[in-house]
């Protein structure tokens, strides 16, 4: 069974850093596409980084420049390091394949931006 466990968030201020990792477990992810998604209140979940097999990555505008994810493929780990955040990036975060894996969300990691 295929489980995704994230963990690192935080509270923050704003323009602050924080690291998450995500530990994946089940299968052989090493040719999967991974990424992080978010989901902020009473809003939809929302991919913020992917990274390939090869290590091609790719964000969204919103948190371009900002947001770095990379993977370690011996320790089936998936990181996001953040930076400068700010407020609307307060969401929960979770890790999984992209497309995802609709059965296998994890709790994810809550991430707060607040002064």
């Known amino acids: 069974q295929v489980h995704f466990v994230e963990s690192g968030g935080g509270l923050v201020q704003p323009g602050g850093s924080l690291r998450l990792s995500c530990v994946a477990s089940?299968?052989?992810?090493?040719?999967?596409?991974m990424g992080w998604y978010r989901q902020a209140p009473g809003k939809q979940r929302e991919l913020v980084a992917a990274i390939t097999e090869g290590g091609t990555t790719n964000y969204p505008v919103s948190v371009i420049d900002r947001f770095i994810i990379s993977r370690d493929f011996t320790r089936h780990m998936v990181y996001l390091q953040m930076h400068n955040l700010k407020p609307d990036d307060t969401a929960v975060y979770y890790c999984?394949?992209?497309?995802?894996?609709?059965?296998?969300w994890g709790q994810g990691t809550q991430v707060t931006v607040s002064s």
């Open positions: 089940g299968r052989d992810f090493s040719i999967s596409v």
């Open positions: 999984n394949t992209r497309p995802p894996l609709h059965d296998a």
